[in-house]
Each structure stands twice: as C-alpha cells, then as structure tokens.
C-alpha cells in the first residue's frame, strides 16, 4: 500500500480498469505515441513506465504534481513505476524559453534530489507486485566519458531533429541563441530511457507537454539502438480559464513543500479557484470519481454561491499533499480567523501565511491601542474614523468586540508573543506584528 493513506485508499477503484480512458476523460493526455497502441498496452499485462523530475530547486511545485498522481493512477491499473529524480540532468538543466539556466554546483542538486525522492516517495507504492523503484540518472551517467557518450549515443542523433525541437528552436531563433550544454540535454534525456528500458524493460515515458521533444528523443533512441518500440506521453500544460498560468498565486510559485508553501496559504490557493477552472481541476488533482465531479458540476451551476466543488478541491489536494490533520488544522484556523473559532489554536506558520495576504503593520505593544491597530494596518484612515467604527461596534481584536478604545492588549492577548489580529467589520482582516 502506498505510505499516503489519501492515494492508499484508491487502491480498489474500478475506474483504473482501462486508465488510458481515464486520463482521456480527465484531460491528462494532450499528445502521445500511437494512441492506439499506448491504450491497449496500458489495458494489457503489467508494464514498467517512469517519469523524471529534475532537481532545479529544494521542492516540486503543482506543475510537478500534475505528473505525480499521473504515476500513481497508472500504477493503480497495475503498472510499475520508476521514479526518476535526475541528478545527472539536473547539473545541466533542459532549455528554457526564458534562456539559459544557472548551473548550480554538485553540493546543492545532491541535497535537492534527496529532497524530490522523499517528495516523490510520497505519490507512489512501493509494497506490492508492481511496487515502485526510486532511480537517479547520476548512476550510469557518471560512468560515461565524453568519448563514450560521443560514439556510442551521439551517433544516433540527427542535428536537424534535434534543432527541430519546439523549445530549441525558439531559443535558436532568439537573441541569446542556447549553448551546447542546453542543447544536449534532449541526448541525457533520450538515453535515460534507452537505460531504463535495458534495465528495467521500461516502455512508457511520460512528462509534461513542453517536454515532448526530450521524450521522443528516448523513443527514437529505442527504436534506433535496440530495433524496439515504447510509447510516450505528455500531459497538457494546466492553464486557467483566461488563459494565464495556473501554479502561482501573486507571482510565486505553489510548492508542495510545507516550508515553502505553508498548509493554509496551499489550501486557499485551492479554495479560490475560479468556477469555470474547478471541475478540471478536481478531474486533473482529485481521485473523485465521475458521479461525484459531475455532481459537483452541477452544484457550480445550481448553487455557486456555495462553492462545495472548490471546498472539496481545497479539502482533497491539501489533504493529499499535507495531510489529514494539518488540513483540519488549516480549515479550523480560517473559520477561527473570521470569528467562527479560537483564535489562540492558530499555529505561528499559519498567521505568517495569513500575513501575505492582508494589510499588516508593526506597533509597539505600549502604543497598541484599538485606534492606533485600525489606523495603522489601514482598516480605518484617521484615528476619527476608527473611533466611530469602534463606538459603532464595528471593530474587534483577537475575535473580540472593541468596548475601550484606549485599552492596550494585555501580554497574553499577543498571539505567539507577537501577533494581534484586527478586524472592521465582518470580512476586513489585518495583521499586527509587535515591535
């Protein structure tokens, strides 16, 4: 069984019977090898498939976990996964349309490909006939010599394929044109699945789509080297409705690391998905199954207000990614932030989160009283208007109703030490940190 009880409990679901419909129907196949051939093999005896990670950073983010329940719904139907954590391509990095990667030193990708494999071992079984293998590509590539790999793999690639590439032609056709190194990754690439099908008898890779060109490097290279054919997937880029980039919230990227991305700033990130997003994003993120989406389609329609379908999206992926308890934690320490709970049971990583997404200010504590927080956090502009809020009844600190204007917070009122929350009205939230 798989060690995240979340996926564990999918182990049973007959919809992975024929998983080549299933990723259809959930919009997870954007191009592949002959369709035909790829659904029969993934409906027929048990196949060994992988898909890569590099390491460019400490932590995968939701682009990444696109591919990681893409793994864990084909090993559901019964195949075996090999996750890939690439320690020799990380060193070099695949081309960007943006330009050219830092090349960061040995030191750092080895400690952020033990990082992706535990992140990685979180998605996938290791226990049972088709359990999973962790492989870094650092193992056969560090035996190779320039030479070697010049004779015995380069031969097989044509420049004018290679230049062909959607991502390398871009970047040939740009200011900054791409350097060798860049250049060469789709050959790293390409005979990691040439060793993983020599190997392990692997014969599916999958990625992302914008990864296309490296996957069918690996495809061909098998056909060329060892006369055999493997099929190849690539799954759609998530976009939202409006076509911008989905992952980033104010610009930054959503990590499934708890330590980049806290629990609550993940689960709100979820939670206000836009109506016309959220049923592909259950379909893309969630292993709710069609009777449920499509009631939850219908629930958009008939009752928006609601929002049942992004409440159980944000409940689902937090779960999945952080866990039961820290998502019990997250949805108490909302309700508790609007009035509805104890505000002394909110974590300090959960009120750091919750800084990055209203008004905050920083007072001393002998000058916090409720005029000072309303007008220093901007939930009032002058000191006259915060009195009349206040008299008004319409001001709070910590979920508790303003009767003296002039009362400072005792010590103990200072959540963790430093915090106040404040409050006008019943949706204008701020955040005092204490000098």
């Not at 048990?46 to 939701?62: E, I, N, V």
């Not at 682009?63 to 090999?82: D, K």
Request: charge should be negative; glycine fraction near 8%; charged fraction near 25%.
């Amino acid at each position: 069984m798989s060690k995240n009880p979340v996926l564990a409990e999918q182990q049973n679901d007959p919809s992975f019977e024929n998983v080549f419909q299933e990723l259809k129907w959930r919009g997870l196949i954007h191009v592949s090898t002959d369709e035909a051939a790829l659904e029969e093999a993934l409906c027929g005896e048990r196949l060994t498939y992988y898909c890569g990670f590099d390491p460019t950073a400490a932590s995968l983010h939701l682009g990444h976990l696109v591919q990681l329940l893409t793994m864990r719904r084909i090993q559901l139907a019964g195949h075996r996964p090999l996750g890939l954590v690439g320690g020799a391509t990380g060193l070099i990095g695949d081309p960007r349309q943006t330009g050219e990667r830092v090349l960061n030193s040995p030191e750092i990708i080895s400690g952020w490909v033990q990082s992706l494999q535990n992140q990685v071992k979180h998605y996938i079984s290791f226990d049972g006939e088709n359990a999973a293998q962790m492989v870094n590509n650092l193992d056969w590539w560090q035996g190779v010599g320039a030479l070697e790999m010049l004779r015995d793999i380069g031969k097989y690639f044509r420049v004018g394929t290679m230049t062909k590439k959607e991502i390398v032609a871009k970047r040939l056709n740009s200011e900054e044109g791409i350097s060798y190194t860049e250049f060469s990754y789709q050959i790293l690439q390409g005979y990691d699945y040439l060793q993983l099908h020599r190997d392990y008898g692997c014969t599916l890779q999958f990625g992302g789509s914008d990864q296309w060109g490296n996957i069918t490097s690996g495809t061909e290279l098998v056909r060329r080297v060892e006369n055999a054919h493997v099929h190849a997937l690539g799954t759609p880029l998530i976009t939202n409705s409006d076509g911008t980039k989905f992952g980033k919230s104010e610009g930054n990227a959503i990590w499934i690391d708890a330590e980049l991305t806290s629990p609550y700033a993940f689960y709100q990130f979820w939670l206000n998905q836009a109506d016309e997003d959220v049923i592909n994003r259950l379909k893309v993120f969630t292993f709710r199954t069609r009777d449920e989406i499509e009631a939850l389609e219908q629930s958009v329609k008939d009752a928006p207000f609601k929002r049942e379908a992004q409440r159980t999206l944000a409940w689902d992926v937090t779960r999945l990614v952080h866990g039961e308890e820290a998502t019990r934690k997250v949805i108490a320490a909302a309700e508790a932030l609007f009035g509805k709970g104890e505000v002394t049971e909110i974590d300090e990583p959960t009120l750091q989160a919750v800084a990055q997404e209203v008004p905050t200010a920083e007072i001393a504590a002998e000058e916090a009283n409720p005029i000072n927080l309303l007008e220093a956090t901007g939930l009032c502009s002058s000191k006259g208007e915060a009195r009349r809020a206040i008299s008004q009844g319409g001001a709070s600190v910590n979920n508790t109703k303003v009767q003296d204007p002039e009362a400072l917070p005792a010590a103990e009122d200072w959540l963790h030490g430093k915090y106040l929350l404040v409050r006008r009205g019943k949706k204008n939230l701020a955040l005092v940190n204490r000098a």
